[in-house]
């Protein structure tokens, strides 16, 4: 079974640039999850997706993060414009379905971002 | 606000040695924990979970102990070896967090032979 998929693995930016995640999840899982990762730390959800809906982005600073799964499988997440405390590595992680049924999340790679 | 944090940010041990990682949470409405191990340049990896109607559940060298009087959750690695080095985190999701995972910061597990 294929894992989630993400790229690229590694994006150098200068601060005010953009900035644009992939990610492939498992096939047939409905819930996507992104992760900001920054070093010496745990992830901390960013945004979290059931099929093509929202089902919370509490923690997303949306004045420059933005995020879509259009058809409820691949998703992007976007940075516009970057800062340097964006430095970190991006996790893309999916589940079958949240909640109370099967509930463990796989883990894509990462993106590490660093912004200069 | 609620956390889930570590006691220890590195832990050194032996090989073939046992290691205990442990982790402290706060949230009380915790229902569900799950220790993640992740290897450099790598996404977390899931090891074991445990709900909180459990106190203890055992995988493949691994054990999970869930004290919910404390709030203390540790994980238990058998016979230790070189390729269970890594950083490992725990995580929870609390009843009424959208079944988001909270993480704390990790261990670092160093296995010297």
């Known amino acids: 079974e294929a894992g989630v998929a993400q790229s690229p693995r590694y994006k150098i930016i200068e601060k005010r640039q953009s900035v644009a995640f992939w990610c492939n999840p498992i096939s047939g899982h409905a819930t996507l999850y992104w992760y900001q990762q920054i070093l010496g730390q745990g992830p901390k959800l960013l945004i979290q997706?059931?099929?093509?809906?929202?089902?919370?982005d509490s923690q997303l600073p949306k004045d420059r993060f933005s995020a879509e799964r259009l058809k409820g499988v691949d998703s992007t997440l976007k940075i516009q414009p970057a800062k340097l405390e964006d430095s970190a590595v991006y996790l893309c992680?999916?589940?079958?379905?949240?909640?109370?049924?099967?509930?463990?999340?796989?883990f894509g790679p990462g993106t590490r971002l660093t912004v200069t | 606000g609620e956390s889930v944090g570590l006691h220890l940010p590195t832990l050194s041990v032996q090989e073939g040695d046992n290691s205990i990682i442990n982790c402290a949470y706060s949230?009380?409405?915790?229902?569900?924990f799950i220790w993640y191990k992740q290897e450099s340049g790598k996404g977390p990896q899931f090891i074991i979970d445990i709900r909180s109607n459990m106190d203890k559940r055992q995988g493949q060298r691994v054990t999970v102990l869930l004290n919910k009087t404390v709030k203390h959750l540790s994980l238990q690695i058998a016979a230790t070896q070189p390729g269970d080095s890594a950083v490992y985190f725990c995580a929870e999701r609390g009843a009424n967090s959208g079944y988001a995972l909270n993480f704390g910061k990790g261990t670092s597990l160093l296995v010297t032979p």
């Open positions: 997706f059931q099929n093509n809906g929202v089902v919370d």
């Open positions: 992680a999916s589940s079958l379905v949240s909640g109370g049924g099967a509930y463990e999340q796989y």
């Open positions: 949230n009380s409405a915790s229902d569900y």
